[in-house]
């Protein structure tokens, strides 16, 4: 398995602003993911985490409002830019070693935007 | 298009008693499916998978059942203890050209009367 940790775990933002989530795994991993959780919904998939490479986002989901990036095997960020109520949801990091197609979660950031 | 299900929204069981939670898909590409727990404010924690090309897998009081030709699974936990009280989540993955991302289904939240 692998351990997951996430900064922040949570934050109160401005409209119109912007937010940087780290995502660090305590081993190399082969995939990782960005998850939202909506309040009272099951998770969605923002995107895969390309290392060395752009993200592969879902449907509904676009770079220039959820820009992520990977530089090593081991960490990636998500940055929620011109933050809007209605962004206001939990954030997860999720990884996946090559071992198994098991994926292990971040404890998650809990964004709430005013 | 919700193609992971999960028709109960909660279940409440006596404790020492068997919990059955049930999970239903549509898509039959699907070959991998796995069973989260999350307690409010932590991320998903994985409990238990199972490949299509099986119909049972055991781990502790954790059982994992699929039935392919009806598309579904289920969760057994027996006996069950006040700490399994949760939401739990199915998941699917499509294995195909390694399209590890996993689809949820909405949850079911579990509660154990002592």
């Known amino acids: 398995s692998a351990v997951i940790s996430q900064k922040p775990s949570r934050d109160i933002c401005q409209r119109g602003t912007s937010l940087t989530i780290q995502c660090q795994v305590d081993?190399?991993?082969?995939?990782m993911f960005w998850y939202r959780q909506q309040p009272g919904q099951s998770l969605t998939l923002i995107a895969t985490?390309?290392?060395?490479?752009?993200?592969?986002?879902e449907s509904g989901f676009v770079i220039d409002k959820f820009p992520i990036s990977r530089p090593n095997l081991t960490f990636s960020t998500l940055t929620v830019s011109n933050m809007s109520p209605e962004d206001s949801s939990i954030y997860l990091c999720?990884?996946?070693?090559?071992?198994?197609?098991?994926?292990?979660f971040g404890p998650g950031t809990r964004l709430t935007v005013l | 298009d919700q193609q992971v299900k999960q028709n109960s929204p909660s279940l409440s069981v006596q404790e020492g008693r068997i919990s059955i939670l049930n999970c239903d898909y549509t898509?039959?590409?699907?070959?991998?499916f796995l069973w989260y727990k999350k307690y409010p404010a932590e991320g998903p924690t994985f409990l238990i998978s199972?490949?299509?090309?099986?119909d049972k897998n055991e781990d502790g009081r954790f059982t994992v059942f699929l039935n392919k030709s009806a598309k579904h699974l289920s969760l057994h936990i027996v006996p069950s203890q006040p700490g399994d009280s949760a939401v739990y989540f199915c998941?699917?993955?499509?294995?195909?050209?390694?399209?590890?991302?996993?689809?949820f289904g909405t949850g079911t939240r579990l509660t154990i009367i002592p």
């Open positions: 999720s990884a996946e070693t090559g071992s198994t197609d098991t994926q292990y």
């Open positions: 081993s190399q991993v082969t995939m």
């Open positions: 985490a390309n290392q060395g490479s752009e993200a592969t986002y």
């Open positions: 898509n039959s590409m699907f070959d991998y």
């Open positions: 199972i490949s299509s090309i099986k």
């Open positions: 998941a699917a993955s499509d294995g195909r050209m390694g399209n590890e991302k996993l689809t």
